[in-house]
């Protein structure tokens, strides 16, 4: 009885050894997918951080390993451009620091 114990926990702790990565991969690209296809900001499935710079020019959103960074182009001179947090002028998404894709936006008028 207890050799079959033995190997149903062998078993169990392989399966969770290979889920557990398997599933982080989906969850990433997932959030590629998502991040690449949209035109605005986004969140992560799974939000661990958040961070934004007080003056309105960046922001990250932090998965679990990955980032979704985002820039704005902020003209103090220009009296009709105004701080969109849904219209990003750039953005990049790293998966752990590694910047993957980039993209730019350009400016948002409203």
């Not at 290979?18 to 949209?38: G, K, M, N, Q």
């Not at 020019?57 to 998965?63: D, I, K, M, T, V």
Request: charged share 25%; hydrophobic share 35%.
């Amino acid at each position: 009885m207890s050799e079959k114990t033995k190997k149903s926990k062998w078993r169990i702790a392989i399966i969770g050894f290979i889920a557990i990565p398997l599933i982080w991969i989906l969850l990433v690209v997932t959030d590629f997918i998502r991040f690449t296809t949209s035109d605005g900001y986004i969140q992560p499935i799974f939000t661990v951080m958040q961070t934004a710079c007080g003056c309105g020019e960046s922001r990250s959103e932090y998965g679990i390993g990955y980032c979704f960074d985002y820039g704005y182009i902020i003209d103090i001179d220009d009296s009709s451009r105004h701080y969109d947090k849904d219209k990003p002028d750039y953005r990049s998404f790293s998966v752990f620091g590694r910047t993957l894709y980039k993209k730019t936006m350009g400016y948002s008028n409203d």
